[in-house]
């Protein structure tokens, strides 16, 4: 199989989201394989290794583990088995290790002190956590003491002491006066890491009563406070006065004025001293002098640098932190006190130890029978840890043999394993400043391949874009995975696609044949299994046509286009922005299909106009700007944007301000109404311009604000009412100085990416907002509403930090501070963020489902405790699905549906369901991570309703007194037919229609043969199926009975329309005697009165009809032929010859264009021609009752006087 050897930054974050990168025999996540497979125990959460517990509230020891089967928990005290069944006080909470030690029920706190571990067992092995030393918190009260007051004589130095009692854990020191205050503290009076408060000088105004040492136990969340301290400060001149009262005038008096001195050290004493800190803590050194003037301290490292970036002065630089101190750190370390009389100096010799740290921790392995495989444990430390090993909590020489096991140093090898080798074993690596216990199983499995992604997935991409088909598996032996194009088609391979170790398939530049279905093959020597996903690849969206760059006068009217080609699966929506946000509130702005038009356009639209078109798989967009003008006063006044200004100048440096004189160019006869100063960053952005300020047009300097640690130049652009000039030439650069920053980064975020990390995110400061060279940042977090101390960590110039191993969705706060070589940034506002979420651990429950009716369904369900939900709660998703047709009972493919209620609702409602059916649902909570489990399937049915209508009526087989009705039954019965209704009625002469006749066929039937009919009739139909509910939809139809059994009626389809019910006569009235008669006489009319238009017309004279046939030029009515002179009307009936042009209509009584110039409709009254299915016109001639149309388009009989009459209508 390939490997894809590289992947582009571009695509990292999306091979991440598809899975996780798979390696041999790594278990994937899936919880259905989770739940068949066996494994071994792993403990998942325990308690710290030192647990301070509260006195006052109940000890929880916290131990979980997973495991299949799930574990049993047992507990050891003090090295020996801990029996809690024996013990009324303690018990263990139910499918879990936790112990719960009732405290706040009479239980001691101090009785329960001890060294505890916890072992979780299944067949497959046993874990074991770390040793939890419990300890109650302590927090004594002072001893009494008398203390004396201190009389310092002014310029001495002091100490006053602390002395807290010893608590557990230490207390925190400060010192207040009695009015709850915090003591001012300075380079000359501060307090050590002692507690102690040391005074390098006193002065006359450090003389107060209440000196006090507090000392705050977190733990017990109290304050305990030592007696008042009092200390009189004695000045020279009240000590003269004094000496001078009770003197004579001849005596010589008079104490020596403070004197100055060089520093001392009041602490640490002597010249030198040792500090021993382990690897990864914080080192405090401090140095505290005494001296007048206060000395000022300074720390070197002898013989190399102070480690950057974590080293940090407090205390008015009397102490010295470095943080995550490595054996690098080890050294001497000297502070030196200077003032201007002398300096003293103090060595202290830090050796950094390391308690054992990990460099390759022991990880779980998945082996098949018969297969090779090793467990490493390696840590380091100072001194060097020893490794032991542990196999199933028992030290491995006394551990029942294994033949496939071999322990060497810090490595098990382990060869031909079998089912049996499975076990935990523990990896100790201990030294005497600390140790580390690991757990890992050995879990031999024989698995034949399965594959997790689901059948017949369907991936949609854009053409000319990667695609990644998914093929998740697992198996033991680890599986070879294959794929196919198509079912039977050859083995993919070649450069065209890469193959990424946990199965997925890359096509990196897909294209249109790309389109289709592959086939994954996942084979071992236990067996194989095949998986078939669906590729479809689209066509790009693209603007053909973009917005194009408008100047518009104002008042006026503008258009942009956007016109679009998409794939013609995809829906496209196009929205239109202006200076990138919505579109003004206005009714001027009209947005049609491909364009955006803007009628009575004013000063206040010009701008930027941006059409973004969107689809589900990609998104382009297009520009265009729109210049508002004035219009111009004359044609021969031109309007221009303004020549750029020139002769930039600066004057008046100064660390943050400078002055920019300029000189305007040509304003091209529209006033400039203001200029744009711009700036360049060489330092940090060579090449890019920045918007700095603008002023009015009759402006030509300003007064510009600047930033620290910034190379500038600067440009000025003119604007007028035409748009903006050129940009001038660059002013010559100027670099101001450093400093601290002066602001923070924006945007700070707190947000899991995992269930145990926190990652804190911020924007980061651009180039100038440095201030300064090395740009860094300070990141503090604590969790809320618990009393921590804040933990810190600088890192460099990035824009994120991972916390790990938090608790699961834990409010933090959380605080970015900027800092440079210079300093730091004014102290950060906080933020709350949360730690990672996790699916949500339980179900809804109680789902309940009330059927409203046939169609629509109400589902209640209980809401989950918050606690479970493990994340933000998002709502709740209802997947519900058809099971099957109760009328049918055949079942068919399950399309499930989802319907999403957004927050905590507890009911919604299920539409569009289908009648008479089964259904299936389940509930699930969301939040931000994904599902929860799915609550147990919920069975329901809907009722009954009406069916749709029968599929289809056809009437065959007409007779003189009969009809023949054939149906089909309804495509959604929607319940069980009880019958079908037909009602029919006659349709007379005069178009009504006759009574209503109504019968009840059973539901079995499908045909019906009408009796008893009228001959030569018209009948409507009305037939529909029904339920126990109700009748459905109808359907209709038309039909008659025949003359005589040579004579077949057709069958008419009723026309769709409004109004009350009509119908077409089709009675054959040419057989009727008294019409015979009458088209005689009216033929016999004709024939007199074309014989006397042809007398008159070969007499050149005028007559009516020729009146009428000027007037209206229809060739139709035309009496002969113009070429030849005779009549073309029609022809001798004995030959039957076919009709001139324009002589007659054709036989489907149609007139077409060609033949007239104008419409039969001109000649009634306004009411439109109608036309029969076959193509015949039914409309009205004249007046408005309609003529009745031909059973057929062509007879075999001569025409008929009827025939020959429309002829010339």
């Given amino acids: 199989m390939m490997k894809k050897k590289s992947i582009s930054a571009s695509k990292a974050s999306l091979v991440l989201f598809l899975c996780q990168m798979i390696s041999a025999l790594d278990v994937p996540l899936d919880s ?205 001149d009240s000590l003269n006065d004094t000496i001078a009262a009770n003197l004579s005038d001849t005596d010589i008096y008079g104490a020596k004025p403070v004197t100055e001195r060089q520093p001392i050290l009041l602490t640490p004493t002597g010249s030198t001293s040792t500090k021993v800190e382990l690897r990864g803590n914080v080192l405090l050194l401090e140095c505290i002098a005494a001296g007048l003037p206060t000395p000022v301290i300074r720390w070197i490292k002898e013989g190399g640098e102070l480690p950057v970036n974590r080293t940090f002065f407090e205390n008015f630089k009397k102490t010295l932190k470095i943080i995550d101190v490595s054996e690098a750190d080890s050294g001497n370390y000297k502070c030196i006190a200077r003032n201007m009389l002398g300096s003293v100096h103090h060595v202290i010799s830090v050796t950094v130890k390391a308690a054992p740290y990990w460099i390759t921790a022991p990880r779980n392995l998945v082996l098949s029978p018969g297969e090779d495989g090793t467990l490493i444990c390696r840590a380091n430390g100072n001194p060097k840890p020893n490794i032991s090993w542990f196999a199933n909590g028992v030290p491995i020489a ?9 322990v060497d140093g810090d490595t098990i090898i382990f060869s031909h394993v079998q089912e049996r080798s499975s076990a935990v074993y523990q990896c100790n690596a201990s030294n005497e400043y600390g140790y580390l216990l690991a757990n890992a199983f050995v879990n031999v499995l024989a698995e034949p391949p399965r594959v997790l992604t689901p059948a ?121 922005l202006k200076d990138n946000d919505e579109l003004p509130d206005d009714e001027r702005f009209l947005v049609g299909k491909d364009n955006l038009t803007i009628m009575n356009v004013t000063d206040k639209d010009d701008g930027t106009y ?83 300020t603008e002023v009015p047009g009759t402006q030509t300097t300003v007064q510009l604000k600047l930033s620290p640690y910034v190379n500038y130049s600067f440009r000025v652009i003119a604007v007028n009412e035409i748009g903006r000039s050129q940009p001038s030439e660059p002013s010559e650069q ?74 699961t969705f834990v409010p933090y706060e959380i605080k970015v501070q900027a800092l440079n070589d210079l300093g730091y940034a004014p102290e950060p506002s906080e933020v709350i963020g949360h730690s990672g979420e996790d699916l949500p651990m339980v179900a809804p429950g109680n789902v309940q489902v009330h059927v409203i009716n046939s169609t629509l369904a109400k589902v209640h369900w209980d809401p989950v405790p918050l606690k479970t939900v493990r994340g933000h709660l998002q709502g709740y998703k209802v997947y519900y699905w058809k099971v099957q047709s109760l009328s049918r009972r055949s079942r068919r493919h399950v399309e499930k549906k989802i319907l999403t209620f957004r927050g905590n609702k507890t009911f919604g409602m299920l539409p569009g369901l289908e009648p008479y059916s089964s259904y299936k649902l389940n509930v699930r909570v969301v939040n931000g ?58 349709i007379n002469n005069t178009h009504e229609l006759g ?64 109004g009350k019910a009509m ?56 009496p002969m032929k113009e070429d030849d002179g005779t009549f073309g009307e029609y022809s001798d009936a004995e030959d039957h010859k076919p009709l001139k042009k324009g002589s007659r209509t054709p036989s489907d009584r149609t007139v077409k264009k060609e033949d007239s110039d104008d419409s039969l409709v001109d000649y009634g009254e306004g009411v439109n021609g109608q036309f029969n299915e076959d193509g015949s016109f039914i409309g009205q001639y004249s007046g408005k009752k309609e003529k009745e149309p031909a059973e057929g388009n062509e007879s075999s009989e001569a025409p008929s006087p009827v025939n020959a009459m429309n002829s010339f209508v």
Avoid at 955 to 964: F, V
Avoid at 1025 to 1047: L, R
Avoid at 1065 to 1076: E, K, L, N, S, Y
Avoid at 1092 to 1115: L, M, Q, S, T, W
């Fill in 929 to 986: 991570k994904g599902e929860g489990p799915a609550s147990p399937d919920k069975v329901f049915k809907t009722p009954e309703g009406v069916p749709s209508s029968p599929s289809f009526l056809k009437i065959t087989n007409p007779t003189l007194d009969s009809l023949t009705l054939e149906w089909g039954s309804p495509t959604h019965p929607n319940g069980v037919l009880t019958s079908y209704i037909l009602k029919f009625q006659p």
């Fill in 32 to 236: 259905k394989l989770l739940e068949e497979l066996l494994q071994p125990p792993t403990i998942t959460q325990q308690s710290p290794k030192d647990y301070i517990v509260d006195p006052r509230e109940n000890i929880v020891i916290q131990c979980e583990a997973k495991g299949k089967p799930p574990p049993s928990f047992s507990w050891t005290r003090n090295g020996t088995h801990f029996d809690i069944d024996k013990d009324a006080q303690v018990t263990m909470k139910p499918n879990s290790g936790t112990l719960v030690i009732n405290i706040m029920n009479g239980g001691k706190a101090e009785a329960y002190e001890g060294v505890y571990q916890c072992t979780a067992r299944n067949e497959r092995g046993a874990a074991i956590s770390n040793n939890i030393v419990i300890r109650p918190s302590r927090s004594p009260l002072w001893t009494k003491e008398k203390l004396e007051p201190n009389h310092v004589r002014e310029g001495d130095s002091l100490v006053l002491h602390c002395r807290p009692p010893v608590g557990l854990p230490p207390p925190i020191i400060f010192w207040m006066d009695n009015a709850f205050q915090r003591l001012p503290q300075s380079e000359r009076v501060s307090q050590g890491l002692n507690g102690d408060l040391y005074f390098s000088n006193v002065q006359p105004e450090d003389t107060r009563e209440d000196y006090i040492c507090y000392a705050r136990f977190n733990h017990t969340q109290t304050i305990q406070q030592k007696q008042p301290i009092s200390v009189k400060v004695f000045s020279m």
């Fill in 398 to 406: 006394i551990a029942p043999e294994d033949p496939s096991r071999k």
């Fill in 456 to 576: 017949n997935k369907l991936y949609q991409v854009i053409a000319d874009s990667p695609a990644l088909l998914d093929c998740a598996y697992f198996g033991s032996p680890k599986p070879e995975i294959e794929w196919f194009k198509g079912v039977k088609g050859s083995i993919l391979r070649g450069n065209e696609y890469v193959f990424h170790d946990n199965g997925t398939l890359e096509i990196p530049v897909a294209q249109k044949d790309s389109t289709g279905t592959y086939t994954c093959v996942a084979r071992n020597e236990l067996g194989k299994v095949q998986n078939e996903v669906r590729l479809e690849v689209k066509d790009p969206t693209m603007i053909i046509k973009q917005p194009e760059y408008k100047v518009i006068q104002r008042y006026g009217q503008v258009s942009f286009e956007c016109i679009i080609r998409h794939d013609s699966t995809l829906l496209p929506t196009v929205i239109w």
């Fill in 1063 to 1118: 119908a077409s006569r089709q009675i054959d009235i040419a057989t009727q005697g008294w019409f015979i008669g009458l088209m005689c006489a009216v033929a016999l009319l004709i024939l007199i009165l074309l014989i006397v238009c042809f007398i008159r017309r070969n007499k050149g004279g005028k007559y009516p009809v020729k009146e009428k046939e000027d007037a209206h030029a229809d060739p139709e009515i035309q």
């Fill in 610 to 692: 941006t059409c973004i078109v969107n689809t589900t798989l990609d998104s382009v967009s297009a520009s265009a700007v729109l210049t508002v003008v004035a219009a111009p006063p004359t044609p021969a006044i031109i309007y221009a944007r303004p020549n750029p200004p020139f002769d930039l100048e600066l004057t008046g440096q100064l660390e943050r301000s400078v002055e920019l004189s300029w000189i305007p160019g040509d304003e091209n006869n529209s006033p400039i109404r203001n200029f744009v100063i711009e700036y360049e960053d060489g330092l940090h952005e060579p090449g890019v311009w920045h918007y700095q």
């Fill in 995 to 1058: 009574p209503l006749v109504e019968i009840r066929i059973p539901a079995n039937e499908s045909s019906l043969i009408l009796k008893n009919l009228n001959y030569s009739t018209r009948y409507k139909f009305y037939f529909n199926a029904q339920t126990s509910v109700g009748s459905g939809s109808q359907i209709t139809e038309e039909a008659v009975t025949i003359m005589d059994e040579g004579k077949m009626a057709g069958i008419l389809r009723p026309a769709v329309g409004a």
């Fill in 734 to 807: 100027y670099l101001t100085k450093s400093a601290n920053p002066d602001e923070n980064p924006s945007n700070v975020q707190g947000i899991g990416s995992e269930p145990d990390n926190l990652v804190i995110t911020w924007e980061s400061l651009k180039g100038f907002q440095s201030n300064g060279p090395g740009l860094q940042y300070k990141v503090s977090w604590r969790q809320k509403d618990v009393d921590d101390e804040w933990t810190s960590v600088i890192v460099a110039n990035v824009s994120k930090y991972i916390v790990s191993g938090t608790p």
